[in-house]
């Protein structure tokens, strides 16, 4: 079964600057997809960055960018200049056409501080 | 244009009693989702729809829970009996085409049974 680790529970970093959460996975698959989602305080689960297995090019949406290590199955976030409003929980999720489940990390709190 | 919409916010009942979750997704979208998310044991995959079908409800933990989709704009999700360790956010999430495609979550249920 696939599995998604996310070994950071809990993350801070200094507004405006750059912090990474990790997220490896575990799959005998070649085509599948990787996302980030967002949860802040409002509950709601917002996703924040999209990327596809096949495509070597590593996303990134404004400030948020991944780094895609298929090889190493790892699938990092970066936010760039953090912001107040980047507080959250951050979840890594897998999805491939087998299973065609979505599967969470535990997540990662991240604080901002002023 | 509506994001996904979920009913109640919260509901507090007393153990014993029915419960019925709702949830309208996204118009035009194809697949459904219903998801548990405790401290214990993070998001969980309930069961899922495809065109109003139900396609896998391996993840629904007994037979008390049950869902339906009656028509391609509304869901339920029912506890009959209720008990406390069924206390969680339930999430509702829906997708256009097949689960690769980014799922839209609803602000989610927050259940408390006494």
């Known amino acids: 079964a696939q599995t998604v680790t996310q070994s950071q529970p809990e993350m801070s970093v200094q507004e405006a600057e750059t912090v990474t959460l990790s997220c490896t996975y575990d799959t005998s698959e070649s085509d599948y997809y990787l996302f980030w989602y967002k949860q802040p305080p409002s509950r709601q689960m917002i996703l924040v960055i999209r990327q596809e297995a096949y495509k070597q090019q590593n996303a990134t949406e404004n400030r948020f960018s991944v780094n895609f290590q298929k090889a190493a199955k790892s699938f990092s976030l970066k936010i760039s200049d953090s912001q107040l409003g980047d507080a959250a929980m951050y979840f890594c999720?897998?999805?491939?056409?087998?299973?065609?489940?979505?599967?969470f990390g535990t997540g990662t709190r991240l604080t901002i501080i002023p | 244009d509506a994001g996904v919409i979920q009913s109640p916010r919260h509901e507090v009942t007393e153990m014993g009693q029915e419960v019925t979750l709702r949830c309208k997704p996204i118009s035009g979208h194809d697949y459904l989702f219903w998801y548990r998310q405790t401290m214990m044991r993070g998001l969980e995959l309930l069961i899922y729809f495809n065109n109003n079908v139900p396609i896998d409800d391996s993840g629904m933990p007994e037979d008390r829970f049950s869902a339906k989709m009656p028509n391609a704009s509304f869901s339920t999700l029912k506890i009959q009996p209720s008990e406390p360790r069924d206390s969680a956010v339930y999430f509702c999430?829906?997708?256009?085409?097949?689960?690769?495609?980014?799922?839209?979550f609803g602000d989610g249920t927050r259940l408390s049974i006494l």
């Open positions: 999430a829906s997708s256009f085409d097949r689960g690769n495609q980014p799922q839209h």
């Open positions: 999720a897998y999805w491939d056409f087998g299973n065609e489940k979505l599967t």
